[in-house]
């Protein structure tokens, strides 16, 4: 099958393994499913790494936000402030050429130009700012009832955050961080459009669908392409926080009224 | 020069793209609430597409789509009896007469209609967001307004018109206000869709566009030039929350949310 060709030649293109050349003449549907996908390696890459990561920054910022201490909830509310108010374009744009005057001056920061380990922090601060944010909205609305109980079973400090206030906050905040997700998800496809270069052709998704649409001067084919494979990924990122907010509900009774998950998408960061 | 020239196309962008998509949004709620049903299924249909399809994946796609497909309309209309294919392989070819711009028209009619072609974009893309929020602050003013205006006697169309849009703004505006921040930090896309807005003078100012080559007289000053684009959409949004808080005072003046009800406290 010259497909499966394709598939072995492309499939991990977007890695550097495989075939070098990219296709020139003659692009088959099956190239451009291959590479496009290929290019989700990256995505996915961004996506999970920066979510991970950004997971415990934003719980730390919420705190931060919500800490009575007003250096610290001031450090917070303007590193919310930062990275929600500015397009996260500039953002890559800024740190992009950042990090490329400071590698001028020191070698240590030779990776940092690169989009991998670059973009990813701008990602992990971005996504922790937003995801900050909506911590913090559901710290406001955790009911009183909860933390008097804590208090009334004698549980403080470490004991009172870790046992009530951080899985009722999550709880709460879950349907809002499902579309933070998504959302993240979808704005891994603005680094290899902004500052950060695809050295080789190594790109992400986005990079070889424009490749695409440029070469062939036909954008019906690889952005369709290109939404569907998102689609996937959103139908897929759908169902592990829609199990894992399963989980953190369990202990409710099941007709009882809980946060409730709707696809909210925003169209840019 | 163009570098503050186009701070002024990213301010008139905006100037023009808001009431634009509001209009767009105001007309997919209306159409969406409509009791003919194909008018309804347009309205949800609309902002159901829109809305599902992500990013600026949209933009990419819109923008050639929509000269394409103006071109393809010129192409049918001036030059009916051509005799070759529009779509060759991979080509888009119509006749001179149907280019669009023409192709002897000056620079800045391409830049224009880019331009515009820009806004319109926006305009579809945030006008569906509008929609789906005027769709829903419609829905969430208070029954019983709406009973009442029935016991008088209005119509739908006077109920529409004398009760639910003057009294809707209130649940609107906390939406519209976010819209208006993503809107804000959607400008920078601008530059993907060819005009020259401040990311494009930013890029190209003080450097080269290789990023090879370091060697400049001066440094490589871009980094400063994003930091200031860093800082003027900080400022700009600082700004618009500002207003939008004072506007948002002033509309739940009176109105029966939780909202109007402390100022009548705090007042009283």
Partial sequence: MECLDTISDYAFRSIGFGERLLPRTDFTLCQQFTLIGSGMIWNVYFGVVALLSGFFLATAVALGKAARNPVIRKASEWFIFLFRGSPLFIQFFFAYFFFLSLKSQYDFFDPFTAAWLGALIVLFLNTSAYTGEIFYGALQSIPKGDTEAADAYGLSGWSRFRRVIWPTMLRLAWPAYTNEAIFLFHSTTLVYFSGFPAWGQKGDALYYASFFADKTFNPFVPYPILAFYFILLTLVIIGIMGRIGRRLNSHLPQDAKRPKFRFRPQIIR | ?268
């Avoid at chain 2, 347009?42 to 829109?50: M, P, R």
């Avoid at chain 2, 830049?111 to 769709?135: K, W």
């Avoid at chain 2, 020259?196 to 003078?201: A, L, S, T």
């Fill in chain 2, 1 to 268: 020069m163009g570098f503050y020239v186009s701070f002024g196309t990213v301010l008139l962008l905006l100037a023009i793209t808001a009431p634009l998509a509001m209009t767009f949004g105001m007309g997919g709620a209306m159409a969406a609430r409509s009791r003919v049903l194909p008018l309804s299924w347009l309205g949800k249909g609309y902002i159901a597409i829109v809305r599902g399809v992500p990013d600026i994946a949209f933009f990419l796609f819109f923008v050639i789509a929509l000269d394409q497909g103006i071109e393809l309309l010129r192409h049918q209309i001036k030059c009916p009896d051509w005799p070759d294919a529009v779509r060759q392989g991979n080509d888009f070819i119509v006749c001179a007469q149907a280019k669009m711009p023409l192709g002897n028209s000056p620079q800045w009619m391409h830049e224009t209609y880019g331009f515009f072609i820009a806004v319109f974009t926006f305009a579809i893309v945030f006008g569906a967001f509008a929609a789906n929020v005027l769709f829903g602050a419609m829905l969430a003013v208070p029954r019983p307004q709406v009973e009442t205006a029935e016991s008088y006697g209005m119509t739908r169309r006077q109920t529409f018109w004398r009760i639910i849009v003057p009294q809707m703004w209130v649940y609107a505006l906390p939406g519209l206000g976010n819209l208006w921040m993503v809107l804000i930090k959607a400008t920078p896309l601008l530059f993907l869709l060819g005009v020259e807005d401040i990311v494009y003078w930013a890029r190209e100012l003080g450097a080269t566009k290789t990023p090879q080559f370091t060697a400049y007289p001066h440094g490589d000053w871009r980094m400063w030039y994003f930091l200031a684009l860093l800082v003027f959409y900080l400022a700009f949004t600082k700004f618009s929350e500002f207003i939008l808080e004072r506007t948002m005072r002033r509309l739940t003046r009176g109105q029966a949310t939780s909202g109007g009800e402390a100022q009548r406290r705090a007042a009283g």
